[in-house]
């Protein structure tokens, strides 16, 4: 796991836009799995200037959410599809038919196997981009002592129901449960890259430095498995005490 310091969320924005212009001009149909959520905004924004500039090109880039509330029809503004449309693929040139999106709406069990089905017959993602949760989850895949390891139904925790509520009027019927490519799925992508921000991630990440077990109460660990994770933390995030520098 590679550590690289951004100074602030915008940096951080610009450093992961970077990475994902450079993944595309490789290979211009490459597979990306995208996070939502308040980390990867500066990224998106980044992305969509890179476009207006002239510095990328979407046309073939094939798009897959990490992850869907449950319940939630993709017009809503708090589903994820809704978020991805929103805050990316609506101002560059991606193709409709290369977004693809968890059935929020379908039976999960059965939304869950179709995604995992699409992921395979594309060969699953050349990049994984992703955030992390206060307690460590990935994607939607929770602390749990037995981890399921493809596209799955799952149960919000307590911590994320309470950190995602800042996301829904007051009073609305916020989902208690989403559909999330599993950590197996996750793994299988060529390249990940982990995006962390902000104060409220430094004791997790903190966690994450100091770790040296697979923990399955805390599933950003299963991202020790992979050979090629690359962690972009921001000096909020970066974990207290230890030096912060342009890699470690
Ligand atoms: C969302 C996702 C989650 C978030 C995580 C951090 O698609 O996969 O794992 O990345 O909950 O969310 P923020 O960035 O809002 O702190």
Redo the contacts with the bound molecule.
Sequence with gaps: MRWIAAENPSDQGCMAAEIICRCLQKKPDALIA????????PMYASLVACYQSGQVDFSRMRGF???EYAGLPPEHPQS?AF?LWENFYRHVNVQQQNIFVLDALADPVQAAADYEEKLKQAGYPDLAI?????NG?????EPASVQEAFCHPVQLAPE?LA??AR?FSPGEKTPQSAV?MGMGSILKSRKIIL????K??AKVMARLKQMTQIDPMFPASFLFLHRDVTVIADRDAWPQGEMMTAES
């Design positions: 995208f996070p939502t959520g308040s980390t990867p905004l959410n990490l992850d994820y978020f992703l955030g992390i949760g206060i989850h990935i994607g939607f895949n994320t950190a995602n996301f999330t995006l962390a921000s902000g409220g991630k």
